[in-house]
Nanobody
């Protein structure tokens, strides 16, 4: 099973940008679909963005046009570039890997531990 570690969280002011990284170990990411989810306090985990093994991307409506997901298979890393951040983007962000493609967290067995960031207004 692939092991994932997210990084890049912290505190950022609204309107600014931040990039999260998700590094894989034990297995190469090149054949996996990669997905970013987030979970705000008191809320369910929700889909943010995905990038397939063939680099097709998809986004939740709430982040479309502001977030960009990318991957570097040579570095076994997936990125989430977040622009024009809003306080409602505050959450713990998780990456997940799978062979299926779904916006449901239950579809994924491999998860990172999450990285927290807070957007201040």
């Amino acid at each position: 099973q692939v092991q994932l570690v997210e990084s890049g969280g912290g505190l950022v002011e609204a309107g600014n940008s931040l990039t999260l990284s998700c590094v894989a170990s034990r297995r190469t990411l090149s054949t996996y679909n990669m997905v970013w989810f987030r979970q705000a306090p008191g809320k369910e985990r929700e889909f943010v963005a995905h990038i397939t093994w063939s680099a097709d991307t998809g986004y939740a409506d709430s982040v479309k046009g502001r977030f960009t997901v990318s991957r570097d298979n040579a570095k076994n890393t997936v990125y989430l570039r977040m622009n024009s951040l809003r306080p409602e983007d505050t959450a713990v962000y998780y990456c997940a890997a799978g062979t299926a493609l779904s916006s449901a967290p239950s579809a994924y067995a491999s998860w990172g531990q999450g990285t927290q960031f807070t957007v201040s207004s």
